[in-house]
């Protein structure tokens, strides 16, 4: 069974540019996930997707984060403007359902760094 | 919010079992216990999950007590690739909150 795939890996950017991150998560998962880990911290919730619609996105910094999960596949995590404290690793997972216990699979993340 | 309390760092010798502690004093009857690890440059990977009875796979075992407020996770046999930052998370039944705490960085020694 492929795992989560993330892309890219690293990405180094300027303060105020723009960035986006993919994540295709295992087949037939219905939800997916996106994690903001900093460096010495636990990974962090941004946004769940159950399909294609948003089930929490509390934690979601809305005036320079956006995401979305058109057709229930694939994800895209958008930042921008982009600042300082946005350097971390960013993180894709997903489950079968997200509400029937099964656990959760990670992808290895995208490792942003602003400058 | 991280509902788990768990020690910042441990040792262990290599070949020994590793026994990390989680303390979730607040758990609720329908809430369950996940454990995941994390190795450097990698994502999380699940481990194994309970609810109230042990549980046991081919990575480690879950113990939870009979009170639900803690549970250790058991690595039998550790070997250095074992060393890895260990995360204790509780989850709600059917819920969507998975939230990670700051984990317990494990140091396998050789």
């Known amino acids: 069974e492929a795992g989560v795939a993330q892309s890219p890996r690293y990405k180094i950017i300027e303060k105020r540019q723009s960035v986006a991150f993919w994540c295709n998560p295992i087949?037939?998962?219905?939800?997916l996930y996106w994690y903001q880990q900093i460096l010495g911290q636990g990974p962090k919730l941004l946004i769940q997707?159950?399909?294609?619609?948003?089930?929490?996105d509390s934690q979601l910094p809305k005036d320079r984060f956006s995401a979305e999960r058109l057709k229930g596949v694939d994800s895209t995590l958008k930042i921008q403007p982009a600042k300082l404290e946005d350097s971390a690793v960013y993180l894709c997972?997903?489950?079968?359902?997200?509400?029937?216990?099964?656990?959760?699979?990670f992808g290895n993340g995208t490792r942003l760094t602003v400058t | 919010d991280a509902k788990t309390t768990q020690p910042p760092s441990m040792d262990c010798a290599e070949g020994r079992a590793a026994n990390l502690p989680c303390n979730h004093s607040?758990?609720?009857?329908?809430?369950?216990v996940y454990w995941y690890r994390q190795i450097h440059s990698q994502g999380p990977q699940y481990i194994i999950h309970?609810?109230?009875n042990n549980e046991t796979n081919e990575m480690a075992s879950l113990i939870i007590t009979e009170d639900r407020k803690s549970s250790t996770l058991i690595l039998p046999h550790a070997t250095l690739r074992d060393t890895a930052v260990y995360y204790c998370?509780?989850?709600?039944?059917?819920?969507?909150?998975?939230?990670f705490g700051t984990g317990t960085s494990l140091t396998v020694i050789p």
């Open positions: 087949s037939g998962h219905a939800t």
């Open positions: 998370i509780v989850r709600v039944a059917f819920g969507n909150q998975f939230y």
């Open positions: 607040t758990i609720s009857g329908n809430e369950y």
């Open positions: 997972a997903s489950s079968e359902q997200g509400f029937d216990n099964s656990p959760l699979h």
């Open positions: 309970g609810l109230k």
């Open positions: 997707f159950q399909n294609n619609g948003v089930v929490d």
